[in-house]
């Protein structure tokens, strides 16, 4: 069974940074395109960053980009959304899901959605 365990919110000052981890268990991430989602209070979930599985490839909301990376430790079985400059519309909660192969960074291609971690970013 496919279960991730996302960790790494808080509260953080705008222009601030923090790191999300998403541990899976029950698979290896190995063969999976990973994703990072956020929901915010009364919007639908976002696609923010998604990574591939065999090159790494990566994926970035235009909203995010040059602010956020994704990686990957296939090793620790972990991937990392190491989030830098971070803006108040940033706030939301962040989950992560896998998919074999799916078609885009959305998030009715991905499954196996974790419990997700709530980022605030308040002065």
């Known amino acids: 069974q496919l279960q991730f365990v996302e960790s790494g919110g808080g509260l953080v000052q705008p222009g601030g940074s923090l790191r999300l981890s998403c541990a899976a268990s029950g698979f290896t991430l190995d063969y999976y395109t990973i994703g990072w989602f956020r929901q915010a209070p009364g919007k639908e979930h976002e696609g923010v960053s998604c990574i591939g599985d065999s090159d790494g490839s990566t994926y970035y909301a235009a909203s995010v980009k040059g602010r956020f990376t994704i990686s990957r430790d296939n090793a620790k079985n972990t991937v990392y959304l190491q989030m830098n400059s971070l803006k108040p519309e940033d706030t939301a909660v962040y989950y992560c899901?896998?998919?074999?192969?799916?078609?885009?960074?959305?998030?009715?291609?991905?499954?196996?959605w974790g419990q997700g971690t709530q980022v605030t970013v308040s002065s």
């Open positions: 899901a896998a998919a074999l192969r799916p078609a885009s960074c959305a998030p009715a291609d991905f499954g196996s």
